[in-house]
């Protein structure tokens, strides 16, 4: 069996992910629902893809359509929280999520909102398969539900054109982060349904770093998100990489 043909019989959909959060899609886009933190922190998410995009290509970040022209995949998109700011900031968006009803829900509600938005139920594996590329491949909050991190790693660098940029946000594999991200926001705080994240699946920066080049894709910038509890709000942080962090990639 060649490579890639042993690649596509592989898969990084986990069905019990799949399942978990099918069960909450409803609750997308209520921002006091369940996916509270997510939109917490979008704010810094957005501003973080935007600056670097803006960057990367030359463009006015405070423009209002910085992203204008730009192919943009946003894998595991869930109900669309980062997709929609995208495609008003210019992209042409293809969300992807491997959850039919979170697909589902994000179509009624950029449909609601007059965005053009293409939406589909599918996995990075096969829309590598499929041969497609963009120029901005975000994979937020999603490569530790998924069950072959290395093939999904490997598959971001697969799917972005070459000068491209990938931009990826996840948890570290610390005991800080299992006591904030897990036993803090999920048992004692009740910020997310308790079962939402595995400790084990959780990645360090040096396993994403080696996955991303396996695809061909190398680190520009790693930076931690804190939340401050007192002005409830969540920042980029240079040095703290204990729990969240993001970072941006580029493709030659």
């Known amino acids: 069996m060649s490579e890639t043909a042993s690649e596509t019989a592989q898969t990084t959909v986990d ?28 704010p810094v998410r957005l501003q973080y893809v935007r600056d670097r995009v803006a960057a990367h290509w030359g463009r006015d970040a405070l423009s209002g359509r910085p992203l204008e022209g730009l192919a943009l995949l946003d894998i595991g998109c869930g109900g669309g929280l980062i997709s929609e700011p995208m495609a008003r900031m210019g992209a042409r968006v293809t969300g992807v999520d491997a959850a039919a009803r979170n697909i589902a829900v994000a179509g009624l509600h950029a449909e609601g909102q007059g965005l053009a938005i293409d939406y589909r139920c599918s996995s990075a594996e096969a829309l590598v398969a499929a041969g497609e590329t963009y120029d901005v491949v975000l994979a937020l909050e999603i490569v530790e539900h998924v069950a072959d991190a290395d093939l999904f790693l490997a598959s971001l660098g697969r799917l972005v054109k070459p000068g491209g940029l990938v931009f990826l946000s996840t948890l570290n594999r610390t005991a800080k982060a299992w006591a904030l991200a897990i036993a803090g926001a999920e048992y ?32 520009q910038e790693m930076v931690g998100v804190v939340y401050s509890p007192l002005g409830r709000a969540w920042s980029l942080n240079a040095r703290d990489l204990d729990v969240n962090y993001m970072l941006y990639a580029t493709k030659a």
Do not use: C, M, Q, Y
Not at 15 to 39: C, M, N, Q
Not at 188 to 197: A, D, E, I, M, S
Not at 201 to 217: I, M
């Open 188 to 219: 004692v705080l009740g910020w997310l349904p308790r079962g939402t994240h595995e400790w084990k699946k959780f990645l360090k920066p040096s396993e994403v770093t080696r996955g991303l080049r396996a695809g061909g894709l190398e680190a």
């Open 15 to 42: 069905p019990a992910e799949i399942e978990r959060f099918s069960r909450i899609a409803a609750e997308w886009w209520d921002p006091a629902g369940k996916f509270a933190p997510l939109h917490r922190l979008n």
